[in-house]
């Protein structure tokens, strides 16, 4: 069962975290949506306090995860929002229960993956089974963050998290990300869908989040400008704005 926090009243939105990371990571979005939404936050599998089940875990799994707690908390239908790992995770909450989807925003994923950038993905959680998660937490932090941020010291509480994550989780999450190809089932999706992108990601082009918008059917796409990949980290404020715009 995943661990979870419901806070706010309104309109229903669950948020889907980054890989590595938990449900904190959303505290400063959650206090800016909380006042008109009724935000439900989850650790996804083997992250936070919700346990990792299963050796070998695809994208389907970790979203008929949140849809099972969903239906237990009668929060269905919702809007989702989800971000990189997470937004990979809503397009399959969305695909796979589309009853449980009333709107759906996704924050620097994409929707398919080069065969280079496949074996980039999974490396990067076979290198933590093989090293630990000190190994990878510097890269990490490279490429989801502005050099700012990170010289300003905000990004010390991501890499304390990302220390602590299980390596064997952390690998899960990877090698099911590297599996990723919803493209093809794109226009399938019929929830009210915004991809959002961040101008300044190192991990996800915003041409990737435009080719999604361009293949759901109504889509809209906006990106924030100066924004990072971890765009809900580094600008709080401007993501809810763009989420409540969208589902508000």
Sequence with gaps: MLHYRLEGAGRRLLLLHPVGLDLTCFDAL???LAPRHQVLRVDLRGHGRSPMTGEVVALRDYAADADELMTRLDFAPAAVA????GG???QWLALAHPASVSALVLGACPSTLTSDMRAALAERGALAERL???????ATLARWFTDDFRARGEAEAVRQRLLTMNAAAWAAAWRAMAELDTSPRLASIRAPTLCLAAECDRSVAPAALHAMAAAIPGAQYDVVAGAPHMLFLEQPGAVAAAITRFIG
């Design 132 to 138: 630990g998660m000190a190994a990878v937490a510097d």
């Design 88 to 90: 990979m995770v809503a």
């Design 82 to 85: 989800g971000f990189s790992f």
């Design 30 to 32: 959650t206090r800016l």
